[in-house]
């Protein structure tokens, strides 16, 4: 039996991948080249100094091919043996993930808890560190922006707390859904190490990762021994070009190219700014949802809401992937379910990446539909609010 497919363009309002722009699809849209072809090797440096930039550091790069996971494990494998601690500060689903992949690796993980709708405080990041005298904690790890809870920690804040503790741990941080749409700076934070991914800010498919080292991680990954090959950034070293082992997945570094000349033409600041203007807008959106019992938003502590992403609680008793269903179903609109524990509970709209005011004012109406078609109860107004805001 053949499903009819709704008409008109797939609205993708994910959290990532995100929306690719039509000029980094034009841009992927090449024939192969040799990965030693000096035209090649010009766009591959290119793209190392234009991914710097974005990162703001002078520091290494790493590149592999692979999702984000990829680049976490080569984060771990790469900086700790058998039997080290490190320290993950709780955000949600996905700092959970990270320590199960390093308690997988055999790294012994102490974490900062952290309630998700509130967000970690960050005393409780120093006095973890203070406590640990003796200095058996490697590393700090904090996920930038938590893209299950629509929720950011403030790394400056972090980096605060690790000096004032004087504690010589390593700061590492995952940057997977912050990087293009919150303002970061590697090395002005003094960040160790850098997690990022290809689908998200940088607008382009999924399937290259990468990390940032500094030299103080760089020395550390010279006495870890963790089992590691495709990933070991000595390895990485010692290749033509550096940084990947194994075949260069040509077209993703076209359509890298064409990301970071759509990034820079715009500005990173301007870029961080468009992205506050949208979660702005969906989140006021949301607040007038919640006027009849209707959906909250599930971070409660303004102070850190998350430009990229917002997760939306539905009301008790009503179902967030019904409702996701008849979006996708009825208006051919794609939103982010809720992940681990918040499946079902809550939804979750995506607004990074190449995205505008129509595209967020057409996601806000399309949920808002849905909610009414599944009798979900909701403040009326939402749209309204937004639109008085970006139009403001
Ligand atoms: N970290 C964060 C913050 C993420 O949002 C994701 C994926 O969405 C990951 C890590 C894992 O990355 P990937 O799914 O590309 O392996």
Redesign the pocket.
């Known amino acids: 039996m053949t499903t009819k497919k709704p008409r008109g363009r797939h609205f993708f309002a994910n959290p ?1 991948p995100t929306n690719i722009p039509d000029s980094i699809l034009r841009a992927l849209d090449r024939p192969t080249i040799d990965f030693h072809d000096p035209d090649f090797r010009e766009v591959y440096d290119a793209c190392f100094d234009g991914v710097k930039r974005v990162l703001r550091t002078e520091h290494r790069l790493f590149m592999y091919t692979g ?3 990829g680049a ?1 494990e080569a984060s771990l494998t790469n900086l700790f043996s058998p039997g080290d601690t490190i320290l993950i500060v709780e955000s949600g689903y ?1 700092s959970d ?1 990270w320590a199960k992949m390093a308690k997988a690796l055999k790294l012994e993980v102490r974490a900062v808890a952290a309630d998700w709708r509130h967000g970690v405080d960050i005393a409780a990041v120093k006095a973890a560190l203070t406590e640990d005298t003796a200095h058996v904690i490697k590393a700090v790890c904090v ?1 930038h ?3 299950a809870t629509g929720m950011f920690i403030p790394l400056p804040e972090v980096r605060a707390a690790i000096d004032a503790a004087k504690h010589p741990a390593l700061f590492l941080v ?1 940057t ?2 912050s990087l293009g749409s919150l303002d970061f700076r590697m090395d002005e934070w003094k960040i160790d190490g850098v997690v990022g ?1 290809s ?1 998200k800010g940088l607008m382009l498919p ?1 399937g290259m ?1 990468f990390t940032a080292v500094s030299p103080k991680a760089m020395e550390v990954h010279q006495n870890a021994t963790l089992g590691r090959y495709y990933f070991d950034w000595t390895q990485m070293l010692g290749r033509n070009p550096q940084s990947f082992v194994g075949t260069i997945p040509v077209n993703i570094f076209y359509g890298l190219k064409e990301a970071l000349r759509l990034l820079e033409e715009e500005g990173l600041p301007e870029v961080y700014a468009r992205h506050a203007r949208l979660g702005e807008a969906v989140r006021r959106c949301v607040k007038v949802w919640a006027g009849n019992n209707g959906p909250q938003l599930f971070c409660t502590n303004p102070g850190r809401y998350s430009d990229s992403v917002t997760a939306v609680v539905m009301p008790e008793g009503h179902d967030a992937d019904e409702m996701r269903n008849t979006a996708r179903q009825r208006f051919n609109v794609s939103l982010g379910g809720g992940l681990g524990k918040l499946k079902g509970s809550v939804f979750r709209i995506g607004h990074l990446g190449d995205l505008n005011e129509p595209m967020v004012l057409g996601t806000l109406g399309s949920v808002e539909m849905a909610l009414r078609i599944n009798g979900v109860p909701y403040g009326k107004g939402g749209v309204e609010a937004a639109m008085d805001y970006l139009a403001s």
């Open positions: 990532g999702s984000g996971h976490w996905f993930e996920v922006n938590e893209t995952d997977i859904s991914g689908q999924t990762s």
